[in-house]
């Protein structure tokens, strides 16, 4: 069956690329806070003007986690419905509505951030108070985020209405899982910042309910992290095929991997915390089992994206087991980016089982190594996607055409951040198994022995951050070139498609009630007890501290 | 639905893989008991003192039995609190013999902290309402620095203690 493909009109294009270009303003900002961290944290240089630490590091934090990835995300994946399902005019100033509604939420929030008023990260844990300012920001930005959402299931409602009995084309049909996740685990975190932190910030609470509020962050702090993950599996699955010249490896076996992903990414929040005070053992020990359940549907992805350039290679004539392996392209900046990112998440998933295995956490939870983690997982398997994808996306949207210079200029861009990000994660693991904490100012607790060791880890990150500056520099100035510079022209948009034999894609795939269903009863399952005992047996709740932060 | 026979012997390989990992977290957590800490008890973060462990003449050291001894201290911004020593002065280093069990009890007065004796397993979240505690034997010898491990504040860093642990 061949799908059809829609085309971009200008004021079509003209939204997917505002996404983009918050996007890289936040890379820009979000890098050189990073940049003055590492360099911070060396011991060997004092942040000017008196500016705290732990202002660029919420700043950092909050930019590039949250800002930078949600709004590519969301326009990305606006990109992926239009370009699959369609959008229609009245979606497309909804859409519009989604864009302004967190780019006022962000402003708020680093304006907030940027005085002073919000030294708080981006977990932002009670009794810690910041400014309100900063939570209405934060609320904002995920309202808008829910308008996205809404957006999206109308897109595919709406196609499906004009094409029974066909099934989603798989782009859209990702978005939408990724769009249900996300909605279910913001829920959470909504729910904490509209009924208990606004009105505490705002004194009309005496008192926060501290391992409540933790709770619900964090069952939706893990699913954030899929939120991030699935766009880069999105382009794995049904991008990259179609960049290397092939096929789909099974539509099937993408669809049941993202209900997979649904299923699992969200009753497991108590991995976050599992040295905490307050949650039964037996609770956490059920969450951690949930946890490792995730790991099969990145099993089975590892599989078919190797499925799929295994087949591409052989069918180029290339025989032995690895043969195939010569012939992918690998000076294609638009494939390179993504498969170091794949290559990349081998270690960083490994690292993420020792981390969510119940005992063995304590180990290093809280250590600099969890950073050194996200650093491979985020930073480096979803964000060289991401690149990636922009490759290619952007001159797609401004009709222009990413040119050999352009794309070697990115494989440059591609291996400044491979040896910039191994060195730099590399001494955060190390760092963190020696004991070494995350989120702290330099500092020498008064010598010994077993802070030197640390020490020396800490310059050897300002050395893989100031690469990593260096790569942001590069990148930014491909987006520059082309989102204004580059020639004229056209960048296909690569959607890859299916075998013609291949196998049908069962319908049970496509059931939403049946997934969704049992996604909130595995919910209710993993969360409903000890929510219920936190709220029991909760102690006095905890009064508002605001000098600690420097307010 | 369709799998591909690698595909099905790959997910068998790692499937099973998973469940033997887990069986033997399993097996540390139920038959051995070693669970991260997680003790349900709660106190008023205001009024910490009316619990016996952190009066203020029961801070710190104390040998309970032969080999051993239990710590209690109270977190806040940006300081651990071990009582003070026979000089009046604030203590800031344990000691304790190699092999010693150390049951270690801290709570906070006002926002989360982190209690990590870097090195080692001891590494405890504590929050405002609730008592944090582990026991442990302190096997190896050496200079264990604490570190507060989770941010509590602009003074975050400076927050520190040391376990020496002797032969």
Avoid at chain 1, 57 to 66: C, N, Q
Avoid at chain 1, 164 to 179: D, E, G, H, R
Avoid at chain 2, 133 to 145: Q, S
Wanted: aromatic residues 14%; positive net charge.
């Amino acid at each position: 069956m061949m799908l059809k493909n829609y085309n971009f009109s200008k004021k079509e294009s003209r939204l997917y690329m505002s996404f983009m270009y918050v996007t890289f303003a936040a890379l820009l900002i979000g890098g050189l806070m990073g940049l003055l961290q590492t360099f911070a944290r060396s011991g060997q240089f004092q942040l000017p003007f008196g500016i705290n630490y732990y202002t660029i590091l919420t700043v950092h934090g909050v930019i590039l986690g949250l800002v930078m990835t949600t709004f590519f995300i969301i326009g990305f994946q606006f990109a992926l419905m239009g370009k699959t399902v369609g959008i229609s005019d009245k979606q497309r100033k909804w859409a519009w509505l989604a864009f302004w509604t967190m780019l006022a939420g962000t402003i708020m929030a680093a304006i907030t951030i940027l005085v002073g008023q919000a030294n708080v990260l981006y977990t932002f844990y009670a009794p810690l108070r910041a400014h309100p300012a900063f939570y209405f920001g934060l609320a904002l930005v995920i309202v808008g985020s829910w308008i996205a959402v809404f957006v999206n299931f109308r897109q595919l409602y709406v196609w499906k209405k004009a094409n029974p009995n066909q099934k989603s084309p798989l782009l859209a049909f990702m978005v939408t899982i990724n769009m249900a996740m996300w909605f279910i685990a913001s829920l959470g975190v909504a729910t904490s910042v509209l009924v208990q932190f606004i009105p505490w910030s705002l004194g009309y609470a005496a008192t926060i309910n501290v391992l409540l509020s933790r709770t619900l962050f964090w069952y939706f702090g893990h699913p954030l992290v899929y939120f991030w993950l699935l766009p880069a599996y999105m382009a794995w699955y049904a991008i990259l095929p179609k960049i290397i010249g092939g096929k789909l490896f099974s539509d099937s076996l993408a669809r049941m991997a993202f209900i997979l992903l649904l299923l699992f990414s969200i009753p497991v929040g108590f991995h976050h915390q599992l040295t905490e005070p307050g949650i039964d053992p037996t609770w956490k020990f059920i969450q951690v089992v949930l946890t490792f359940m995730v790991i099969i549907p990145s099993l089975m992805t590892a599989f078919s994206i190797f499925g799929t350039f295994e087949v591409r290679g052989r069918k180029l004539g290339h025989k032995g087991l690895f043969g195939w392996f010569r012939n992918l392209p690998w000076n294609d900046v638009r494939f390179l980016a993504p498969f170091i990112g794949m290559v990349a998440f081998i270690p960083g998933g490994a690292g993420g089982i020792v981390n969510a295995s119940h005992q063995m956490n304590a180990l290093v939870h809280n250590t600099i190594w969890v950073t050194g983690h996200f650093h491979l997982t985020v930073a480096t398997t979803v964000i060289l996607t991401y690149f990636g994808m922009a490759y290619w996306l952007v001159p797609h949207l401004t009709g222009r055409r990413l040119t050999p210079k352009l794309n070697k200029l990115g494989i440059v861009q591609t291996i400044i951040w491979t040896v910039g990000m191994t060195i730099m994660s590399t001494a955060m693991h190390i760092q963190g198994l020696l004991g070494g904490p995350r989120r702290s100012d330099f500092s020498n607790y008064m010598g010994g022995e077993q802070v030197n060791t640390w020490i020396t880890y800490q310059v050897a990150q300002a050395v893989g951050g100031t690469i990593l500056f260096i790569g942001i520099i590069l990148m930014i100035y491909i987006f520059i070139q082309l989102a204004f510079f580059a020639p004229k022209g056209v960048q296909e948009f690569p959607v890859a498609e299916e075998e013609i034999d291949a196998e049908p894609t069962p319908k049970i795939l496509e059931n939403w009630y049946l997934w969704i269903g049992i996604t909130i009863a595995l919910i209710l399952f993993a969360y409903t007890i000890p929510v219920i005992d936190i709220i029991k047996h909760s102690p006095p709740g905890s009064i508002p501290f605001d000098w600690p932060i420097g307010r | 639905m369709h799998l591909h026979k690698y595909e099905k012997i790959w997910l068998i390989f790692g499937g099973a893989s998973l469940a033997i990992f887990l069986l033997v977290i399993g097996f540390a957590a139920f038959w051995k008991g070693t669970h991260p800490q997680s003790h349900i008890e709660t106190i008023d973060p205001q009024n910490v003192e009316e619990h016996e462990a952190f009066k203020p003449e029961n801070l710190g050291l104390r040998e309970v039995a032969d080999g051993k001894y239990t710590v209690n201290l109270i977190a806040s911004a940006f300081n651990y609190d071990f009582g003070t020593d026979a000089d009046g002065k604030a203590v800031k280093r344990i000691r304790v013999p190699k092999g010693s069990t150390v049951l270690f009890q801290v709570t906070t007065k006002d926002v989360v902290h982190g209690f990590q004796v870097a090195g080692t397993n001891v590494n405890m979240m504590v929050e405002p309402g609730h008592v944090s505690r582990l026991e442990t034997v302190m096997k190896n010898a050496g200079e264990f620095t604490v570190v507060c491990n989770e941010y509590c504040g602009v003074g975050h860093h400076q927050m520190f203690a040391v376990v020496e642990v002797y032969e």
